[in-house]
């Protein structure tokens, strides 16, 4: 089974070389986006504006960010979340 939750951990500040990486995630249909870290909530809302892209085929998820939250806090908050299908979590450095 695919995971549809990925946690991803900010190590600096946002960069729009981060786009491609953020696209490519979209695209392996992750539904559950939490961003902890440096920069996460500037994070969490490019997340938002290329999931609606050019809003012909907007892809439909989540997203939250943590600023002030650990990250095993940040993996312990999306195994809560209820989500259409059970998944494991991915936790990626970005």
């Excluded at 946002?14 to 939490?34: A, H, K, M, W």
């Excluded at 504006?49 to 939250?64: Q, R, V, Y």
């Excluded at 989500?83 to 970005?94: F, P, Q, T």
Aim: charged content about 25%; hydrophobic content about 40%.
């Amino acid at each position: 089974m695919k995971n549809s939750r990925v946690v991803l951990v900010s190590t600096r500040r946002y960069s729009t070389e981060q786009n491609e990486i953020i696209l490519s995630l979209l695209d392996r249909g992750y539904v559950l986006f939490c961003v902890v870290g440096v920069d996460c909530e500037k994070i969490e809302d490019i997340i938002d504006e290329l999931a609606i892209g050019d809003s012909i085929t907007p892809k439909f998820i989540t997203t939250t960010s943590h600023p002030a939250e650990s990250v095993d806090d940040v993996i312990n908050f999306a195994k809560m979340l209820t989500l259409d299908s059970k998944s494991d979590i991915d936790v990626l450095i970005i």
